[in-house]
Every structure is written in C-alpha cells, then in structure tokens.
C-alpha cells in the first residue's frame, strides 16, 4: 500500500508541474463578448496570445 502511494505521489508531482524544456502558463481568456475561459498553454516560454475563430485578438491574463 505504501508504495503504490509513492508512486501515485510522485506521477502527480511531474505531471502538474512542467513538461520538459516548456513553459506552463495558466490563461483566463476574455471572449469579445465578455465571457471568460480558462487555458492552460505549455509552450516555448512566449507569452501565449489567443484569437477567436474569426481571427480576432482575445484580451488574456496569465500567469506562469
């Protein structure tokens, strides 16, 4: 039992944190008609941008 606890213990310590060589960001996303959404991104380190399907520009805030 102790060890399928540790293994469950450290699964979710990599799997919530990083991907490796990735930046994690946490993203609430501002719809143009003022709905919000929540994202998660990984990427290169960049800053995330988002558009909607027209290609508008979305106001975002995120956090790493």
Known sequence: MKKLLIVVII???????KEWGKTCWDCDV????G???YE???????YPK???RQGNKLSSY???
């Open 11 to 17: 699964v979710f310590s990599f799997a919530c944190t």
């Open 30 to 33: 501002t719809r143009l008609d």
């Open 35 to 37: 709905t919000k959404y």
């Open 40 to 46: 998660k991104v990984c990427n290169d380190g960049e």
């Open 50 to 52: 988002f558009k909607d």
């Open 62 to 64: 995120c956090s790493e």
